[in-house]
């Protein structure tokens, strides 16, 4: 019998989930089953817990996006190497399950790799790389300011722009993550609230501005980080989190649209600022080759010491939980791992 953790309603993530058991469909051409040895969190399970993110499928549903485990079968004779190799990947919702089917393309082998590094460098290792690859290695010795720079796709953010010689500026809300970010030796650390950040920033970049930020709050942080931009500076937006928290439904949403604003695209272009919005999800959809290209690059990464995923928080699954309140209170650090089993 194969289980898997069911969003039946929003709410507390106590009340939210459902274990029962499930069918897997039969396999298509160029998918294969993987038996899930553990499980990552992302911050888009947390909004669609919360009845907030727009791409979830109707309840019931499993989310999930990565996974690890190990390849149980295959459709097509020609993937019959895949079987037994223990795998990270991706899927298209369905990872809070003992079993997944997923596509070749989008897992890559990983022999000994430890369960939670990755796990790092999948959803949040692909949304950096796929961000950091348009900063140009023109921009060295420019300044960027990552936004939750101790969550995962954060820190991992940091050591790929320092990689490439951007100097960053890590922001964190509370001194209790600058130890998190010590190991990753950002160029300065940022410790403020979303109101009072800018003039620190503005202390260390000086007159030339940023040539990027990356934000995954929104909210008033975009007006500030237009500000802070450059000529030729981009900002990021990957996340929604000032919106979590907003308890008046269409109202709140409307104020969270306030705060960030609607922008026309003339001062941009009159001071060569640009904004880029950035969806995983629906990048897949569009053109899945790109997060294959992402994963195996954070993989190559991983394996020659440029990327180090920060030290994950672990629960078994019986805890899903409490892992999941963690999350949404912002007092992480680097990636959320179930395991299904012993923790590693």
């Not at 003039?199 to 990356?214: P, Q, Y």
Request: net charge positive; charged share 15%.
């Amino acid at each position: 019998m194969i289980q898997g953790y069911f969003l039946i309603k929003s709410g507390s993530s106590e009340q939210a989930f459902q274990l029962k058991e499930l069918h897997l469909p039969e396999l298509l051409p160029g998918q294969v089953i993987v038996h899930v040895e553990a499980f990552g969190l992302n911050f888009a399970d947390v909004m669609a817990r919360k009845g907030k993110y727009r791409d979830a499928p109707a309840y019931p549903f499993i989310p999930g996006y990565d996974i690890v485990g190990v390849v149980l079968r295959v459709h097509s004779p020609s993937d019959q190497h895949w079987v037994g190799k223990r795998v990270a990947g991706f899927c298209r919702f369905g990872g809070y399950a003992q079993q997944v089917i997923t596509s070749v393309e989008a897992m890559v082998e990983i022999n000994d790799i430890p369960t939670a590094h990755a796990l790092s460098l999948c959803t949040q290792g692909v949304t950096a790389s796929f961000m950091a690859e348009m900063i140009s290695r023109v921009h060295q010795g420019r300044f960027a300011l990552v936004h939750a720079a101790a969550g995962g796709v954060g820190s991992l953010l940091v050591q790929l722009l320092q990689h490439k010689g951007i100097l960053t500026i890590a922001k964190v809300r509370s001194q209790e993550k600058v130890a998190a970010l010590n190991l990753i030796n950002p160029t300065h650390i940022v410790v403020s609230n979303q109101k009072t950040y800018e003039k620190k920033v503005k202390e260390i970049v000086g007159e030339k501005g940023l040539i990027a930020s990356f934000n995954a709050v929104a909210g008033t942080t975009v007006k500030t980080d237009i500000r802070l931009l450059g000529s030729g500076g981009k900002l990021f937006l990957f996340g929604g989190a000032g919106v979590l928290h907003a308890k008046f439904g269409v109202l709140s949403l409307l104020n969270f649209v306030r705060k960030t604003g609607i922008y026309s695209p003339i001062p941009f272009m009159m001071q060569s600022k640009a904004m880029v919005g950035v969806n995983m999800l629906k990048i897949a959809d569009d053109n899945p080759s790109v997060l294959a290209y992402h994963l195996k690059l954070c993989f190559d990464h991983y394996k020659n010491q440029v990327l180090m995923p920060i030290p994950a928080t672990s629960f078994h699954h019986s805890n899903l939980h409490a892992a999941h309140e963690l999350l949404e209170s912002g007092n992480s650090t680097g990636k959320l791992v179930v395991y299904w089993g012993d923790l590693d």
